[in-house]
């Protein structure tokens, strides 16, 4: 099994992938590989298929199973060099609209959070639309004061973009990164804290998950929101503030307009002027 995950993985790296895409996809063949008692020459459409309605009966979500068969497709093709004849087409995906928090909700969630480093963490994610990763990987150099800018650097799909450093909590910002070199993390771990290091190691995605949800079990929010929410209430808000969508598009760093636009289904700006019939 080995062999093919490091031929798996060499594949990807010399396409460019990046490192959790790539431990993303030699986890799932992992798990199919094993599913296969790790005898490839079983490998048929039939056999996929088999695979596929085993990881339903398991409650996989199609988007799940939708990333196993293009992970499989990918080893089939590329590193067996074999076809899978009749092409396995892919789930079909609920449209679930994106849990959006309220500018009451956001205001609600920063008041109830009183650890000034866990307050600006969460401000900037939702004033900047931050990703969970783009905040634990945020580092001093990336962050221009003069101009109020974020440098976003080999964000999801390897894509660099330029985001907003809002003004509210630039001081905050200017006070974590205060002793240290260009290369440090933003947001030190809590154990760079607790031992008084200012460039100890970067906070992980976890902690600020956690910190997230925290913040939404004091501010006694029941939404089933999660760190995402954040940078789609960002969204959201701009375009109820009438952002073009365009500049909403580069902010989040979108390659599609399609995919910024599901915002327009969840701004409530224009109901307001919609008057019910009964």
């Not at 986890?27 to 056999?47: G, H, T, Y």
């Amino acid at each position: 099994m080995q062999d093919y995950l490091n031929l798996l993985a060499r594949e990807l790296q010399q396409r460019n992938y990046s490192p959790r895409t790539i431990e993303i996809y030699r986890n799932c063949l992992r798990f199919f590989l094993k599913w296969l008692n790790n005898d490839v020459s079983q490998i048929s459409r039939e056999k996929v298929l088999d695979f596929v309605l085993f990881l339903q009966k398991q409650g996989k979500a199609p988007k799940t199973i939708n990333l196993y068969k293009e992970v499989i497709k990918f080893f089939c093709r590329q590193i067996l060099r074999i076809s899978l004849g009749q092409e396995i087409k892919l789930s079909k995906e609920p449209k679930r609209l994106p849990v959006v928090l309220s500018r009451f909700e956001i205001q609600r969630l920063l008041d109830n959070t009183t650890n000034t480093k866990h307050k600006t963490l969460l401000s900037l994610a939702y004033g900047a639309g931050l990703r969970v990763s783009e905040i634990a990987y945020l580092r001093v150099g990336d962050i221009n004061l003069d101009q109020k800018t974020i440098h976003i650097k080999s964000a999801k799909g390897q894509k660099d973009r330029i985001t907003l450093l809002p003004e509210k909590i630039v001081d905050e910002i200017k006070g974590l990164m205060d002793g240290k070199s260009y290369s440090d993390p933003v947001f030190h771990s809590e154990q760079a804290c607790l031992s008084g290091r200012q460039g100890g190691g970067a906070l992980t995605k976890r902690t600020a998950q956690h910190i997230f949800q925290h913040a939404m079990q004091k501010a006694g929010i029941q939404k089933k929101a999660t760190f995402h929410s954040l940078r789609h209430s960002f969204a959201t808000h701009l375009l109820e503030n009438g952002t073009d969508i365009r500049y909403i598009q580069s902010l989040l760093g979108h390659t599609s307009i399609k995919t910024t636009q599901v915002y327009t289904q969840v701004a409530t700006h224009h109901l307001q002027h919609i008057q019910s019939p009964l």
